[in-house]
């Protein structure tokens, strides 16, 4: 049976009321599916406006220009456009295979299938970066602002 380790249980527990149940029910979902969906964990959820600014600095000269799209992971400066990360509304998931670290874009699809799923069932919608335009953020799933309260 999948479940949260340790690890992934603390880093949840910096997250929303909402976002934990979102994602204790996609636990149970992903259990329900275990022949076909991967063991999941997390890899973060809170984030403090200097993380978050760290992040943002990637792939940017000291001015905020992109110099390498490649390096850009976040649109989101920490300061006047936060991350959803910022108010523990946001999660970044991995999967694990074989035992392994695993970010392969077909098994976080899977793993988003049962995101999708429980936050419907309870009423809520998020968001997940697999589908962004701008670039691909497979790992990353944020509760939209109507139910981010």
Same mark, same amino acid.
């Given at each position: 049976?999948?479940?949260?380790?340790?690890?992934?249980?603390?880093?949840?527990?910096?997250?929303?009321?909402?976002?934990?149940?979102?994602?204790?029910?996609?636990?149970?979902?992903? %259990?329900?599916? #275990?022949?076909? &969906?991967?063991?999941? /964990? +997390?890899?973060?959820?809170?984030?403090? *406006?200097?993380?978050?600014?760290?992040?943002?600095?990637?792939?940017?000269?000291?001015?905020?220009?992109?110099? %390498?799209?490649? #390096?850009?992971? &976040?649109?989101?400066? /920490? +300061?006047?456009?936060?991350?959803?990360? *910022?108010?523990?509304?946001?999660?970044?998931?991995?999967?694990?295979?074989?035992?392994?670290?695993?970010?392969?874009?077909?098994?976080?699809?899977?793993?988003?299938?049962?995101?999708?799923?429980?936050?419907?069932?309870?009423?809520?919608?998020?968001?997940?970066?697999?589908?962004?335009?701008?670039?691909?953020?497979?790992?990353?799933?944020?509760?939209?602002?109507?139910?981010?309260?």
């Amino acid at each position: 049976m999948y479940r949260f380790g340790n690890t992934s249980l603390k880093r949840l527990g910096t997250g929303s009321a909402a976002l934990q149940k979102v994602l204790h029910r996609a636990m149970e979902i992903s %259990n329900e599916r #275990k022949g076909y &969906t991967p063991d999941w /964990g +997390i890899a973060e959820v809170l984030r403090t *406006q200097k993380q978050q600014q760290d992040r943002y600095a990637q792939g940017r000269d000291d001015d905020g220009n992109v110099v %390498n799209q490649a #390096k850009v992971i &976040t649109y989101c400066d /920490g +300061i006047n456009n936060k991350s959803y990360h *910022q108010s523990g509304h946001a999660v970044d998931v991995f999967a694990y295979v074989n035992g392994k670290y695993n970010v392969e874009p077909c098994n976080l699809a899977l793993i988003a299938t049962c995101l999708m799923q429980a936050a419907s069932e309870l009423g809520m919608t998020f968001e997940w970066g697999g589908h962004y335009r701008t670039f691909y953020d497979g790992c990353h799933f944020n509760l939209k602002p109507t139910a981010a309260v």
